[in-house]
């Protein structure tokens, strides 16, 4: 199946303000079909179909193909399903259990379903259109318990860029703001998982992006960053996952639990020092280590400069039985892209 | 220069006065905002809730979820009461039922009066696994005053958002359940974090303590509005 035939199947199927649905794999053969018909939540923020009219033309969202992601930090296996504690020695939450489980070598990899991912992070433009349908989410009358004084403080007001590139990705925007967003695109924050896999990139270039983020790192950062989509792309397609800023994760707050349990009690923990990187894939990899730390000293209603997000969509395919009747499924798309149009 | 000798000519508290003066207006002309801090008096649009909660209030989620009774309701359906809210999961059977027991504690340590004017609120991570008559065979089994007590379940969203809102970590495991940090949050009559508790089996004073400030305190928003 061609890459316009992967765009125009998931562009179809993600419906905005459609409920999130369990991602799954596509079918090798599956036609392009086209969504039920779904009902907005309640609680979900108006959709957005307003067609752009001064920002540049943005890269479309990428479908990413099912596969699998080594976690960073090994799981803790500490409990079953019911919480109950589980047993051996690579069991156990010590710094003792996290250098067992370190050193016994099998690491199982986390299955990642194909899900889609914006091609490249949300952009001044994109917010201002969204908070242009959806008030609540505005500077001014935004709930203080949903973001921080300084969200998108570079503004110049509530619908005012000023100087704020409209290309450049929207920073300042706190963790409840981005997930609105997404979930009024009918999507969410992509999980840690989906975001990592993204950027491993099935194992292309590790050594390249590496460089780039420590390069990144050793930037002064009191600039707003610069144009969404004016490196390269990655294998898969999706723009700057390194080097322009940090993103927003679904489950920011959970990448440490399994490995480096906080506030659970352990006194063992604290008596190694270094025994958070005990457990880690590769610890010499600088890189990730940051990443980790900076997701897990977050907390929602935070707001930094340097700090934006992307959003991550289902994918799902409904397949038609076939009918000498129903003309080609392809014959749907027209229309619907035609309803977007229609659309003010 | 001349700026200069003629500030030097003034008197010192009308320089500064002018000063001071000019640094407001210059700061006033920036900052385009009406304070974050009141509530907003703009009209909302016609699906949000009346916004008479205090800025920082988790009452103004919008989120969506359904009681041990099968009642749909939002967290400011609960306004008007302190509310001591944790989350936790039916199926957890390792650290939620020491949570139960901290809580249970806490409604211990409260005399009838005190019991009466508050609220103890758990909600369940388990999106899928939770339904509200698990929640009601929980309740039951745990033997708490359903009067007082309210267990919640609701979609993944509204889990995730009210997780972010509490600062509770969590995640799915593999194998089921859900590998997540224990804290007990006390809201005031008005939705916002009066005190938390981090961990298991703490100290329960503190807390308490709070809570009896929260029901001498008056509370100012309006109340039940769903």
């Known amino acids: ?36 018909a779904v009902a907005p939540r309640p609680d979900a923020a108006p959709a957005i179909d307003a067609p752009r009219t001064d920002a540049p033309a943005r890269p479309p969202r990428i479908a990413l193909p099912a596969g699998e992601l080594v976690p960073f930090f090994a799981p803790r296996a500490t409990t079953d399903a019911a919480g109950a504690p589980a047993t051996g020695p690579a069991a156990t939450g010590t710094a003792v259990g996290a250098l067992a489980r370190a050193t016994t070598g099998a690491r199982p990899a986390t299955p990642v379903p194909a899900f889609a991912l914006d091609a490249a992070p949300v952009t001044n433009a994109d917010m201002l259109r969204f908070v242009t ?28 860029l000023g100087s704020a590139d409209a290309a450049a990705p929207v920073t300042q925007v706190s963790w409840f703001a981005a997930q609105a967003y997404c979930r009024a695109r009918g999507g969410a924050l992509p999980t840690t998982v989906q975001w990592e896999y993204a950027l491993a990139d099935a194992g292309r270039g590790q050594a390249e992006r590496r460089a780039l983020f420590l390069k990144w790192f050793a930037e002064p950062s009191d600039r707003a960053p610069g144009r969404v989509a004016q490196g390269a792309a990655n294998g898969y397609g999706v723009y700057d996952l390194a080097g322009l800023i940090w993103e927003w994760t679904l489950d920011f707050g959970a990448d440490l639990l399994g490995s480096e349990p906080r506030n659970n009690g352990t006194p063992e923990e604290a008596l190694v020092c270094g025994a958070g990187s005990l457990g880690a894939l590769d610890p010499s990899d600088y890189a990730t280590f940051m990443r980790y730390s900076f997701r897990a000293s977050l907390r929602a209603a935070f707001t930094t400069g340097n700090l934006g997000f992307r959003c991550a969509y289902p994918l799902y395919t409904v397949q038609l039985p076939p009918s000498p009747t129903r003309g080609p499924a392809t014959a749907q798309a027209p229309r619907r892209r035609a309803a977007k149009e229609r659309s003010p | 220069m001349r700026s200069r000798s003629s500030c030097r000519r003034r008197p010192p508290h009308a320089t500064w006065l002018l000063c001071a003066g000019l640094l407001t207006s210059v700061a006033c002309q920036r900052d385009e905002a009406p304070d974050h801090r009141a509530p907003a008096k703009t009209a909302a649009a016609p699906a949000a809730p009346p916004t008479a909660w205090p800025s920082a209030s988790l009452f103004h989620s919008t989120a969506r979820w359904q009681s041990q009774t099968g009642a749909e309701l939002s967290l400011a359906s609960l306004a008007g009461a302190p509310l001591v809210v944790a989350m936790v999961y039916t199926s957890c059977r390792a650290s939620c039922p020491v949570m139960m027991a901290d809580l249970k504690r806490i409604e211990a340590a409260l005399d009838r009066d005190e019991r009466a004017g508050s609220r103890i609120v758990v909600v369940s991570f388990d999106s899928r696994g939770d339904t509200p008559e698990t929640l009601r065979a929980f309740a039951e089994e745990a033997r708490v005053d359903q009067a007082r007590w309210t267990f919640l379940r609701g979609e993944e ?26 804290v007990i949050t006390l809201l005031d009559a008005n939705g916002v974090i009066a005190y938390r508790q981090v961990g298991l089996n703490q100290p329960v004073e503190a807390l308490v303590e709070r809570l009896r400030a929260a029901l001498t305190a008056p509370s100012g928003a309006a109340k039940g509005s769903s």
């Open chain 2, 157 to 182: 969203s509204a889990v995730r958002e009210l997780a972010a809102l509490l600062d509770v970590r969590f995640a799915p495991l593999p194998q089921g359940g859900f590998d997540h940090s224990n």
């Open chain 1, 133 to 160: 349908s959806a008030p609540s989410w505005r500077r001014s009358q935004i709930a203080r318990s949903f973001a921080e004084a300084t969200y998108l403080s570079r503004w110049a007001g509530d619908l005012d």
């Open chain 1, 1 to 36: 199946m061609t890459r316009w035939g992967w765009l125009t199947a998931f562009a179809l199927a993600v419906a905005p303000g459609g409920p999130a649905r369990a991602p799954g794999v596509i079918a090798a053969n599956a036609a392009p079909s086209p969504a039920p």
